[in-house]
């Protein structure tokens, strides 16, 4: 899997090797190998501008995703040929820095989640239409956990 990762925030330092490693993983328990992804870790007026422009949401939030290609949309001329652009990934580092302390996880963890979360929905997982499609996606991010919690 490609994943471009770009850190726009000075708040928090991150292992930006570790997180690129840890979300590979994870792309690999998908079956995205042949796939490209880009992370932006931000802070939060960054993303609460992105949440306004792009979903009319004038408020900071955790993650947002801006899908590009998905799996069932790819013609099968460029399937071979180039890597599935999955789109990007917006990470608020302050405010996934909040939510650690809240769970009392490491700032890793709740990144690894956020990203997870941002991955399923660029893949066309969405909770916000319906309990049935909200119920899969917390399943299929609780899957995911549980793999990765075994490889550790």
């Known amino acids: 899997m ?4 770009q ?3 000075r708040s928090k330092r991150l292992d930006l090797r570790r997180v690129r490693k840890d979300f590979a993983t994870v792309a690999a328990l998908l079956l995205l190998e042949d796939a490209e992804v880009s992370i932006v870790f931000a802070g939060s007026a960054r993303v609460k501008s992105l949440n306004a422009r792009y979903r009319g ?3 900071d939030t955790d993650v947002l995703s801006f899908p590009m290609d998905t799996p069932s949309g790819r013609s099968s001329a460029t399937a071979h040929s180039m890597p599935l652009l999955l789109g990007d990934i917006v990470i608020s580092i302050p405010r996934a820095a909040l939510q650690a302390e809240a769970c009392r996880v490491s700032l890793h963890e709740e990144i690894l989640r956020l990203l997870t979360h941002g991955l ?3 893949l066309g997982y969405d909770h916000e239409k319906g309990r049935h499609r909200k119920s899969l996606m917390k ?3 609780q899957e995911l956990r549980n793999a990765l919690q075994e490889m550790a």
Do not use: D, F, M
């Open 2 to 5: 490609v994943i471009r990762i």
């Open 57 to 59: 949401i004038p408020r």
């Open 139 to 141: 399943r299929k991010e």
């Open 120 to 122: 399923l929905h660029l």
């Open 7 to 9: 850190n726009l925030q």
